[in-house]
């Protein structure tokens, strides 16, 4: 693939978390590429450092060591206020708890990036709208994260995380909280997300049935690859 479509790049990343008087080495020299439009599942056992490498691709924490490159810039040296920007205009999340505020609707926490972003490509509540509806939430708009089932609530989380259109979106464990048909209808949503969008989706999951179906699959131990083939059809 060429050059220019690498949407993410990790070099020698490196991630220690510290615990009492010991050092945990979370991540040990990841070098990894991401290309436009790949759905890629990144699995491991529990403590190889999945959650980390993704939280660290998605600036929500920063490495120890190492470089992280989103669109060919550097996200390493950047200021908070720089990394909200790049948060909320080029990437979304989706985390396996739902982190929808419990007090808004499904249309006001849908609603709330598109509010926030600086260049706004949208109104808010007409493009909340059409995402629900087009996630089969029209009928549920109105109600709040305690009204809907788990797999409603992740269906207005991948609404959220597509307010802005971002060209990434990030899921962490998206199925770990939903019963076997739920999660297997979230799959097929961010299938089509990928497919119709040319969206880039990177998947956390301990669910190997959920990673096959994955262009490719990474695989952590220890804080290292261990492979990074393509995932079997």
């Known amino acids: 693939m060429a050059e220019t479509n690498v949407v993410i790049r990790t070099r020698g990343l490196e991630k220690e978390l510290p615990l009492g008087s010991y050092t945990i080495r979370a991540l040990r020299g990841v070098d990894l590429d991401i290309y436009a439009g790949e759905m890629v599942g990144i699995v491991g056992p529990s403590g190889s450092g999945k959650s980390t490498l993704l939280g660290l691709i998605g600036g929500l924490d920063t ?11 550097d996200i390493t040296r950047m200021s908070e206020d720089q990394l909200t920007e790049i948060r909320n205009e080029k990437i979304g999340f989706i985390f396996q708890f739902f982190n929808l505020i419990p007090t808004l609707t499904a249309l006001e926490n849908v609603s709330l990036p598109v509010q926030f972003a600086r260049k706004r490509q949208f109104h808010p509540e007409k493009r909340a709208k059409e ?103």
């Open 131 to 233: 995402l629900l509806t087009m996630l089969g939430m029209k009928d549920r708009m109105r109600h709040r994260p305690a009204e809907l089932s788990g797999g409603q609530q992740q269906r207005v989380a991948i609404a959220r995380a597509l307010a802005n259109n971002p060209p990434l979106i990030l899921a962490d464990e998206p199925t770990g909280n939903l019963d076997t048909e739920s999660g297997a209808m979230v799959m097929d949503t961010l299938e089509t997300i990928r497919r119709d969008s040319g969206t880039t989706v990177v998947i956390v999951t301990h669910d190997p049935q959920l990673a096959r179906r994955a262009d490719r699959i990474i695989t952590l131990v220890d804080g290292q690859i261990v492979n990074g083939r393509t995932a079997p059809r």
């Open 63 to 73: 490495p120890t060591r190492g470089r992280i490159e989103i669109d060919g810039v």
